[in-house]
């Protein structure tokens, strides 16, 4: 946790005020920049014995003094521990240790290379002077010119009229001018004082005083500032405040103007101890110029606490001031989709055969529909005994389950008790494994009419399957075959009277063949009198296992129509499912393709299919193209890619649409820049709101600057979200 906030650590700055930001190219990677020749300086053949405090001299021609200034000429070199100096001309005064340099001065230390026309320094007190000075900085990877360099103490270093820049330093892309510049290397620190930040000499920005790190350390200040705009809000500008308050916790306070609705405050604490992690967040607009709402609000609070070593508690709390504040305030089609916000805390524990949890559980309904029941609370218990030495499993789990809170449904209790026994027989090219399933259930409903209902019902089923394989391409790969058949029983009881609670109907799948309930959650026991046979072939790498190619095909047969429904749908008829055909594969090694049918045989068409491939190569070209359909409810296409067009240019782009309705669903074109010093992102996305006929456009523009930051509005985690292996 402590890494990743160090990694994670917000980027900004404020006029006039210190800044703080990560460095970026401690997660990011760079190019790398030319190292400057300042940094490589020739070290003389110093003799092995020497302690490290001696002071060694050499020179091609020198007078040397036991008291007083000794004078060296030609070639001179003075090292002691790690400082090395190197001069054309240079004198050393005895016993002071002072060192005076002249013509071609190089000087290395721990914290910095400097080449310089002339040099004073005390070996003694690692203090001294260096005028017209070219410096690099091992700690940031940083290098500029200075006027003049004092070194204060073996810590502190000060800089007059200094340029700094991560770039090449003969032909920076961008650099801060300062009329003085700080480097505290103990705190990994630099501070600027009236500094000008420039663009290829263009100078942007103007900071009064500005701090920066010299390594990828946190450290609290002001951070860069993001900007965006959307035609809702229109522009958006934040200018975060970071505090790190201790190595394992920090808070991060964001003032942001939204120039149609007003001022947003927002905050965010994070946390870990050896017991706890976790994050609050919270964000208020007090008054919003662009509604009727006042005090519009997010919260989400996050906490995982261990209690022991098998015990832990998790907290989860998420909602909002209004329905509308995503529609509003959300910058993306899926903030704007949003349809509930989940509140729970659950406890879990475990020993070598059991589990126990126990669940709250709410949530905040934002579409005007239908709030999920409250589970206040839900407690869960589930034994697992030891393999019997006959192979027998054995299996229980008993659920008691409190719904409340509906105001238009009926609230009630559950208490839902499960058994299960099976047994595996298997050799290495078959398998059967027989299972039976007993559940009973028992609810206490808050109706007048019906308040106490129970209902047990059996399920048995057989799972059976074989496996060939053999050496194809002459053993180059492994290919398999494996039939495998299902077959499921539960009687049917009536279960209309019976609240739905948790329960919906699973969607038709290849998992869904080796399903016993078709039903989600325990309101529902489906009737099932079936068959599933499906085939499924692979083929393998032998050499490190990876699965170039898999398909398989199956389908449900039904002996009888299945008569447990969900409220207001209809019995379902028919004697055999769609068949499902699912692939996925390897066409080369740089692109792979998965699609999905479901085919109606009777109908002879396909009643739905998705079809998906993904490029990406060594040159990190990218490309994703997919397609789905589901008969008579909906077509839609998507493609997105990355092209690098050369070294530093790339485009990116995504594009999803509606093909049913003709209409695009959101759209996001950009493009990115890098050297091996500075990266900027740019990036229009236009999307759909929920009303799916109002659109609104939002822009993000980003500058990383190595070794200052990241100025601008997440844009590459829009990219990498909207493209599937964009780096």
Known sequence: MVNQLQQHCL??????????????????????????????????????????????????SALFRGTGISTMSGNVHVSQAT???????????QPAGIVNGSGNVSFSSDNMQVRSSKLRYNLTTNTGEMQEAE?????????????????????????????????????????????????????????????????????????????????????????????????????????????????????????????????????????????????????????????????????????????????????????????????????????????????????????????????????????????????????????????????????????????????????????????RVSKKFSTDAAYVKPSLTFRHTEYALDDANNTQISRSLPTASVDSGLFYEREIKQGRYIQTLEPRLFYTYTPYRDQSAIPVFDSSSRSLSYNQLFAENRFTGKDRIADTNRLSASISTRIQSPDDGRELFRASIGQMYHFDDRKVTLPDTATLEGDRSELILEAAGEINPRTRISTTAYWDSEEKTVNAGEVRVHYKDDKKRVLNVGYAELKDEFKSANLSFAV???????????????????????????????????????????????????????????????????????????LQNRVYGYE
């Open 11 to 60: 980027r900004g700055i404020l006029f006039g005020l210190a800044c703080s930001p990560s460095t970026l190219f401690a997660q990011t990677e760079w190019m790398a920049c030319p190292v400057p020749e300042v940094a490589a300086t020739h070290d003389a053949q110093r003799p092995a014995h020497l302690p490290p405090q001696a002071v060694y001299i050499e020179a091609d």
């Open 83 to 93: 400082q090395r100096l190197q001069a054309d001309e240079a004198s050393y005064e």
């Open 135 to 419: 410096y690099h900085l091992s700690q940031a990877n940083g290098q500029g010119f200075s006027k003049r360099v004092i070194q204060e103490s073996p810590s502190l270093t000060r800089m007059e009229d200094s340029t700094y820049t991560t770039c090449p330093i003969n032909e920076p892309d961008w650099s801060l001018n300062a009329a003085a510049i700080t480097l505290d290397h103990a705190e990994e620190r630099g501070t600027a004082r009236n500094a000008t930040l420039k663009i290829r000499d263009v100078p942007v920005l103007y900071l009064p005083y500005f701090s920066f790190p010299l390594t990828d350390a946190r450290k609290s200040g002001f951070l860069w500032p993001t900007i965006g705009t959307n035609e809702s809000s229109g522009l958006q500008l934040s200018a975060p405040y970071y505090w790190n308050l201790a190595p394992n916790y920090d808070l991060t306070l964001t003032p942001t103007i939204l120039s149609n609705r007003g001022l947003q405050l927002g905050g965010e604490f994070r946390y870990l101890t050896p017991k706890n992690k976790g994050s609050a967040s919270y964000v208020l607009l007090p008054d919003d110029s662009a509604s009727d709402k006042d005090n519009r609000f997010y919260f989400n609070v996050n906490n995982d606490t261990r209690i022991g070593e098998l015990s832990s508690l998790q907290l989860k709390a998420e909602g909002v001031s209004d329905d509308q504040y995503f529609a509003d305030l959300g910058n993306s089609l899926e903030a704007t989709s949003v349809v509930n916000l989940e509140r729970r805390l659950e406890y879990r524990t475990a020993g070598s055969n059991w589990s126990f949890s126990s669940l709250l559980q709410n949530y905040q309904v934002l579409d005007g529909g239908t709030a999920p029941h409250a589970r206040l609370p839900q407690l869960l218990l589930s034994y697992n005994p030891p393999q019997k030495s006959n192979g027998l499993n054995l299996k229980a789990e008993t659920e008691y389950t409190n719904f409340t809170g509906s105001k238009t449904e009926t609230n009630g209790k559950r208490l839902d008790l499960m058994t």
């Open 644 to 718: 690098p067009i050369n070294n530093n240019w790339k485009a990116v782009g995504a594009w999803e649409r509606d093909l049913k309705n003709n209409r695009d669903l959101e759209t996001v074109i950009g493009a990115e820049y890098e050297s091996c010093c500075w990266k900027t992102r740019v990036a229009s996305r236009n999307y759909l709101l929920t009303d799916n006929t109002t659109r609104d456009n939002a822009v993000f523009i980003e500058l990383e600057l190595k070794g200052l930051g990241n100025f601008g509005s997440g844009t590459r985690d829009l």
